[in-house]
């Protein structure tokens, strides 16, 4: 069973910096697709960035150009993903969830799998 542990969450001040890292276990596969959601209190979960097992990168419109998500390539570490994130506003402040997706195909048949941290809070507040 993957396993999704988060770390750097925190407070800070508008306009300051966080670097949010999330590091995989229980599989020696490289995951397909790792990421960043967010949820803010009353609001849906939202897709913040995410990045392929090849390096192609996504990101929500409101944290481009602020944000930058990256993924170790060492092979012992190949399923850690960062989360770099700047000039950082008051309304980025919610709970950072890690995804994982794997996909496999057994037998002609495709398979997904979803997997989750258990969150870190982010607060940009004065």
């Known amino acids: 069973q993957v396993q999704l542990v988060e770390s750097g969450g925190g407070l800070v001040q508008p306009g300051g910096s966080l670097r949010l890292s999330c590091a995989a276990s229980g599989t020696i596969f490289s995951l397909d697709l790792m990421g960043w959601y967010r949820q803010a209190p009353g609001k849906q979960r939202e897709l913040v960035a995410t990045?392929?097992?090849?390096?192609?990168?996504?990101?929500?419109d409101s944290v481009k150009g602020r944000f930058t998500i990256s993924r170790d390539n060492a092979k012992m570490t190949k399923n850690t993903v960062h989360l770099q994130m700047n000039s950082l506003k008051p309304e980025d402040t919610a709970v950072y969830y890690c995804n994982a997706h794997r996909i496999t195909i057994a037998n002609g048949k495709r398979n997904d799998y979803d997997y989750w941290g258990q969150g870190t809070q982010v607060t940009v507040s004065s």
């Open positions: 990045i392929t097992s090849g390096g192609i990168t996504n990101y929500t």
